[in-house]
């Protein structure tokens, strides 16, 4: 399936590049008298991202464009053409930004935001465009930008609870902190992505046969690795050591597949509807929905099936449960199958949410999703679900007042004050914790 | 193929300060881990403090090499007791969930552009080396034969950087053989007996995290003396490899974290370098040089989960020390 996936990526990509340099060739000849760039920087690198900034086919002068990542940063401003151009060390990922502030009165960039993240593919020059429109910036209340973060937070909360659920279980009834659960994550996602890009099927049957990969994953993990482990006696502690193990090996082996990129799945960045101060896109409505239904069904499994109240009995107490004649390792295997396909549907979900579908995505969830379940209490189903609404709020509304790239340490700080004040989390027992 | 380059490349690791700065890392999660039985995940926390620590106290303040030493060896006693006081009393996979957050918290405040103008954001520090170089005994000129041959700066750090893990070791080593690394030794194997026996449990918790934290603090420093300080080093992904070279040694000896990270080392080296010319020379079709590299990490994950399952006790661990607490 590999080569299918670079092929299909890179080809038009290829074009748009070739598209660029022709274009760029044919403004250097037109305007061949005319001044060089106005300001470039880094030309002592052999790699350049460039751009041109306008607006209605009007070139835009001294609008500031800066470049990070992997460890370098520049900034220009673009020239009276409105071209820029930045040198960078190395063929790597690049966050682009172009400051608002900068542009004329009443322009805006409207598609996509004012950062673009971009990567080089075969050739030493990138082009990076943003596209502009009319508009205002920056004129959205407090009340309504607390309203459209509550909603996000909710979201994000609710794909955490997916997750975190499955975290919550397998800790219950096995007493493995599991870290590999991140990886369980992004399976789905990247299964997603084969099977409705690389193979072209419709995004809801590549969604489901995801979830139904990751459950058999899940199956696959217990029977082959974990069940052995515990039979052979293995305490907690080194089989947690184990799930970090198998969690870097994985984590890697995803990127060895699918490489360091960041592809998007199909109708990821739809338009956003307008509900008052809301503005949802149409996939963050269905992602709300599908995590509730499927939160909803998992609470009746729990509560109302005989094998989910065998699965509370086992959480309980393991020996008290295999005494009154319930087969432990078969709940344990369908809690295991059961967490797998919520983490890959969690996945999916997440790759719609930041947008995008990378080999670390899970693993950069994995520890909101540990402060959630340990917020609501360790090995408690349903404090799990607490928790990941709290963390997926606290996230989202700390950026009203915390810089955006802070947001994580606000939910990780709420952590640690928790375990401070009460250890056993919200709904947790005391017992669990000596 | 070029035998002799990979070998040397290889080799040139067996006392690089890298080598140095893992080793003493994991000899103090040797300590927490090994000998006390705390899961810290936070090592990586602990040793950005140290390379930032020391790194800002010049650049910022421009304070002499010790001084700039205890700043960050004070940053890690606080964040130890930070991490310490709400953990301690509680199960042990809660301190490996707080450490592991705690470790992210600084990794995250070091990254973020709020406080670029001291931190350097993502690009990281750095032109912090004079003051250490300056305390260089040695004339110029080259010293060592073959692949250990370098210059003068760089045989100056090689040779401070092994004096302190030599000197740590050997201290590790005593103290675990007092009356304190007794008590220190019980509370892993049994927490209550001890408690029983009138210790105060809580406090040699927090002595040890501190003692290990600082141990990892100053790893930090000699990390950051041969290259740039940057955030991004310091992820949870460290952490974890440090434990692959604690679990490599054996997780309760002196030894085993030291001899653990040169093996870890030179053989991440040879690998790496193997891959790459057999890729070069069109060994591996299936393989491009970029794959080679992350190949290294996927087995790095599988040595871990068989040296646990196999072989917890490490290479020169004691099966009747059992490495692991229950």
């Not at chain 2, 990586?44 to 930032?52: K, N």
């Not at chain 2, 009138?198 to 930090?220: D, E, H, P, R």
Request: proline content about 3%; charged content about 10%; overall charge neutral.
């Amino acid at each position: 399936m590999q080569p299918t996936h670079t092929a299909q990526r890179y080809v038009p990509r290829m074009l748009v590049i070739l598209f660029v340099t022709l274009l760029a060739a044919l403004t250097m000849a037109t305007f061949s008298a005319g001044s060089a760039h106005a300001d470039e920087v880094g030309t002592e690198f052999d790699f350049t991202i460039s751009g041109n900034v306008q607006f209605d086919g009007e070139a835009l002068g001294d609008v500031a464009i800066a470049v990070s990542g992997n460890g370098y940063e520049a900034d220009t401003v673009t020239d009276a053409d409105g071209r820029w151009a930045i040198g960078v060390p190395e063929k790597s990922t690049y966050e682009v930004t172009l400051d608002e502030e900068t542009l004329p009165e009443g322009v805006v960039v409207t598609e996509g935001s004012n950062v673009i993240e971009t990567e080089f593919g075969l050739t030493d020059r990138r082009s990076v465009n943003f596209f502009l429109g009319e508009g205002v910036r920056n004129t959205v209340s407090f009340f309504d930008q607390f309203v459209n973060r509550f909603f996000n937070g909710l979201n994000f909360g609710l794909l955490l609870a997916l997750a975190a659920i499955g975290v919550s279980l397998i800790f219950g009834t096995t007493g493995l902190s599991n870290f590999a659960h991140a990886e369980l994550i992004t399976f789905g996602a990247l299964m997603t992505l084969v099977f409705s890009v690389n193979f072209g099927l419709p995004i809801w049957l590549a969604i489901l046969i995801a979830i139904a990969l990751s459950g058999a994953l899940g199956f696959s993990l217990d029977a082959v690795l974990w069940k052995p482990l515990r039979r052979k006696g293995v305490a907690v502690i080194p089989l947690m050591i184990v799930s970090i193990g198998l969690s870097l090996a994985l984590r890697y082996l995803y990127q060895y597949f699918f490489g360091g990129s960041t592809s998007q799945l199909p109708g990821a960045g739809m338009a956003d509807l307008k509900f008052g101060p809301i503005s949802l896109s149409p996939i963050d409505l269905a992602s709300m929905g599908i995590s509730i239904v499927v939160l909803l069904a998992v609470a009746y499994f729990l509560l109302r099936t005989r094998i989910g109240k065998a699965t509370r009995a086992v959480s309980d107490n393991p020996s008290l449960a295999s005494a009154s004649g319930i087969d432990v390792d078969n709940v344990i295997r369908i809690v295991w199958v059961v967490g797998a396909a919520l983490a890959g549907l969690s996945g999916v979900l997440w790759a719609y949410f930041r947008p995008g579908v990378s080999w670390d995505m899970g693993f950069q969830m994995l520890l909101l999703v540990f402060a959630a379940v340990t917020l609501g209490g360790l090995g408690t189903a349903f404090g799990a679900l607490v928790g990941s609404l709290i963390v997926g709020l606290f996230v989202e509304l700390s950026t009203l007042w915390l810089p955006s790239d802070m947001k994580i340490v606000g939910a990780l700080v709420i952590l640690i004050l928790v375990l401070l004040f009460r250890p056993q989390g919200i709904l947790g027992r005391k017992e669990r914790i000596g | 193929m070029d035998w002799g380059a990979i070998f040397g490349n290889a080799a040139v690791e067996l006392i690089s300060p890298t080598t140095a700065a893992y080793a003493l890392a994991a000899l103090g999660l040797a300590v927490h881990f090994g000998y006390t039985g705390l899961l810290n995940f936070g090592q990586a926390g602990f040793m950005a403090l140290g390379a930032y620590g020391y790194a800002i106290s010049i650049l910022t303040f421009g304070f002499p090499v010790w001084g700039a030493f205890l700043v960050g060896v004070g940053a890690s006693v606080i964040f130890a007791l930070i991490l310490g006081i709400p953990t301690l009393r509680l199960r042990a996979d809660y301190l490996a969930i707080v450490t592991i957050a705690a470790a992210e918290i600084v990794r995250l405040l070091f990254t973020t552009n709020t406080f670029a103008a001291v931190t350097g954001s993502a690009n990281g520090l750095s032109g912090y080396k004079n003051e250490f170089a300056a305390l260089n005994p040695l004339a110029e000129g080259s010293y060592g034969f073959g692949p250990f041959e370098n210059n003068a700066y760089d045989t100056w750090l090689r040779i401070v950087a092994w004096s302190i893990v030599i000197l740590a070791a050997l201290f590790v080593w005593q103290i675990m053989r007092s009356p304190w690394g007794r008590v220190i030794k019980g509370i892993r194997e049994d927490e209550d007996a001890v408690r029983a026996l009138g210790k105060n449990v809580y406090a040699y918790k927090m002595q040890s995290l501190i003692f290990g934290g600082v141990l990892g603090t100053i790893a930090g420093m000699i990390f950051a003396l041969p290259r740039a300080v940057v955030p991004s080093n310091y992820q949870t992904t460290l952490t974890f490899f440090i434990y692959a070279i604690l679990l490599l040694g054996g997780a309760a000896t002196v030894l085993g974290p030291i001899i653990g990270s040169m093996i870890f080392w030179v053989l991440l080296s040879f690998f790496s370098g193997f891959i790459s010319r057999a890729v070069e020379a069109g060994w591996l079709p299936f393989m491009t040089a970029i794959q080679g590299g992350q190949l290294r990490f996927i087995l790095v994950g599988l040595a871990i989960m068989l040296i646990v399952i196999f072989r917890p006790q490490g290479i020169f661990g004691n099966k009747k020390e059992l490495a692991f607490v229950r």
